[in-house]
């Protein structure tokens, strides 16, 4: 089974660019590895996918090194409104499309 | 329409209560979930439907009872739960198994 690691928290002051971090092991080549943003309360929120080199949206970006054994979700200038989860998901095997949850990375931004 | 909408947003029911949670979206997604999510946890994958046919259940108590009627519709029948039982339920839909999943809001389930 992959087993996704992440941060448990991490803080950022407004206007900063935020970073977070997964490790996936035993994820397949064309696995694909895709971030979440949760507020409480509701259900999550798609924000990127990708499965090798660089992802950009509107929102964020996706790194994915060559190895693939870890992806950067980096979050430009955030502000106050993206204090939330963000939630790493991989496959919870390789080749598998049944999605395993990170435990999350609770982001708070600083004014 | 781009939503997963559920209803009822809130729900208390004893333990020997039947209820049902309801799942709809009309994006044309063939691909259907249930989640449980307690307090400070992510989503644990609990059904997956595709194409209307139970594809995936994660060894779910019998007394959660999904059900698809049609390619728009997703109900979760409870039964006799227990108080452990209490959390919030999200459906998500994909346009395939593989995809992005798009999340309803949520049932909060009490059970007393």
């Known amino acids: 089974l992959a087993k996704i690691t992440q941060p448990i928290s991490m803080d950022s002051y407004e206007g900063q660019e935020v970073n977070i971090t997964c490790s996936h092991n035993n994820i397949a080549t064309n696995d694909y590895i895709t971030w979440y943003q949760q507020f409480p309360s509701q259900g999550p929120r798609f924000i990127i996918q990708?499965?090798?080199t660089k992802v950009t949206n509107e929102v964020a970006s996706l790194f994915i090194p060559a190895d693939r054994k870890s992806s950067t979700l980096s979050l430009p200038r955030v502000s106050l409104s993206d204090t939330a989860v963000y939630y790493c998901l991989g496959p919870q095997g390789a080749g598998s499309y049944q999605l395993t949850f990170g435990k999350g990375t609770k982001l708070s931004v600083i004014p | 329409d781009t939503e997963v909408t559920q209803t009822p947003k809130h729900l208390v029911m004893g333990m020997t209560n039947k209820k049902s949670l309801k799942c709809e979206q009309h994006?044309?997604?063939?691909?259907m979930y249930w989640y449980k999510q307690k307090a400070k946890k992510p989503p644990e994958l609990m059904f997956v439907y595709s194409y209307e046919k139970l594809s995936i259940n994660e060894s779910v108590p019998s007394r959660f009872s999904p059900e698809c009627p049609n390619s728009s519709l997703l109900n979760l029948h409870l039964h006799a739960l227990q108080p452990e039982d209490s959390a919030l339920y999200l459906c998500?839909?994909?346009?395939?198994?593989?995809?992005?999943?798009?999340f309803g809001p949520g049932t909060r389930l009490t059970v007393l």
């Open positions: 994006m044309g997604h063939r691909a």
């Open positions: 998500a839909s994909s346009t395939t198994p593989y995809n992005e999943q798009f």
């Open positions: 990708g499965y090798k």
